[in-house]
């Protein structure tokens, strides 16, 4: 029976992103442990930040009208400490942080100034408002700060303490269990490897994505190749988990039991993506429990990972920014005109003469886990497309994929 026609990288994807149903429960945690959460609900400004006109330098309060003039200092205003009103005729010496006296409009920094005894004079040009932060210049009360579907960075977790908040709520962490197929598969430190053997370094990999993007993980080890013990490792999957994720088994061999299981226990609703390398891609169900198996082999692993399961993870985490940035780069190489898929190659890159250049790894096959190891970025090769040195292509920075 002929195999249906390759699917589109951009139709997965659109099909993968329409059915992610982010269905995760909301817990409220406190701002320390929030970092890498999802936001469940949008957080507005409670307050104006900063609560009062305050002092960009330490120097001296003054009426901007008084320029030339010597006068004396008649307070002296620290952050924290609450400023009076300005006396006639005199200025506030003041620190940053310190709040503007009532009356006074600019601050002269220290160094502008010329001291003679008790008396400050000022220079010949102050502009009003200059080195002052206006009340509410940061965040005025009742703005947006933070929108729903957001993954909380460390710069925003700063900003919400500004405000004085100490709780957030957050979506549940995404429970994925992961699981590897393979008879030749042995984990890392179980000894010697005897004769056929390989190390499993895919599970390794998958797991330390997942973790990079904030889910729990259920390792439920190697699956050996057989039909029966690839169906109870998915049905057991499907109970422990709200995702499932499983390398190998999805392509057309003998042995390659996950799809033929997959659809006994539900269905396979994505199969055989135009890209290189990855094209075993597969989607499905396991009774009601999404199903990803990205391929055996470790770049495949890895690429499909980055380009299709990594943005239906952020959705179904309830993310709303679930795309990948893709930027200009010269190619620093040459690729001729090739078959049917989009090809993803694993490239560094570098700045040369003000732009940024990607050279591939020499070698680029679906099995060399090094070229992802040595690699920054994924280069994109459209399908059918020769490429020549120094022409402008599209690449994706994988730091930015990543989390």
Not at 143 to 163: F, N, T, V, W, Y
Not at 180 to 208: D, F, K, V
């Amino acid at each position: 029976m002929p195999f249906k026609p390759l699917i589109a990288l951009s139709d997965a994807l659109e099909q993968l992103l329409e059915s992610a149903d982010p269905c995760l429960g909301i817990a409220d945690v406190s701002l320390g442990q929030s970092l890498g959460r999802v936001l469940a609900a949008d957080q507005c400004a409670l307050i104006d930040v900063p609560p009062a006109d305050n002092s960009a330098m330490d120097g001296y309060a003054v009426r901007s009208a008084d320029v030339g003039r010597s006068l004396r200092v008649s307070e002296r205003v620290a952050a924290g400490d609450v400023a009076g009103c300005l006396a006639p005729d005199s200025i506030a010496r003041i620190f940053t942080g310190g709040e503007i006296p009532a009356g006074a409009d600019a601050v002269v920094m220290q160094e502008d100034v010329i001291t003679h005894g008790e008396l400050i004079e000022l220079p010949e040009q102050i502009q009003a408002g200059q080195h002052i932060r206006s009340q509410g210049q940061d965040c005025k009360e009742g703005e947006l700060l933070l929108s729903r579907g957001r993954k909380i960075r460390p710069q925003d977790m700063g900003l919400l303490a500004s405000q004085g908040i100490a709780q957030i709520p957050v979506f549940h962490k995404l429970k994925v269990a992961l699981l590897s197929t393979g008879n030749e598969l042995r984990e890392p430190g179980s000894g010697p490897l005897p004769p056929g053997a390989i190390y499993n370094s895919n599970r390794p990999m998958l797991l330390g994505l997942l973790i990079a993007l904030g889910c729990d993980v259920v390792d439920l080890g190697i699956v050996r190749d057989t039909a029966d013990a690839t169906f109870n490792a998915l049905s057991e999957a499907a109970d422990s988990a709200d995702l499932i994720l499983s390398s190998g088994g999805v392509s057309v061999g003998e042995a390659d039991h996950v799809r033929d299981a997959v659809s006994a226990l539900g269905e396979i609703a994505l199969w055989r993506i135009a890209i290189k390398p990855g094209k075993p891609f597969a989607y499905g169900r396991v009774r009601s429990t999404p199903f990803i198996g990205v391929p055996g082999n470790p770049s495949s692993a890895f690429v499909t990972f980055v380009l299709l399961a990594r943005p239906y993870i952020r959705a179904l985490q309830g993310q709303v920014d679930v795309a990948g940035d893709v930027l200009p780069a010269r190619a620093d190489f040459s690729v001729g005109s090739k078959g049917s898929r989009q090809e993803f190659l694993r490239v560094t890159t570098c700045f040369k003469g003000g732009e940024v250049w990607a050279r591939p790894y020499a070698n680029q096959s679906s099995g060399v886990l090094s070229s992802v190891s040595a690699s920054d970025a994924l280069a994109i090769v459209p399908i059918g497309e020769t490429i020549e040195q120094g022409q402008v292509i599209q690449f994706m920075p994988l730091d930015n994929l990543l989390y």
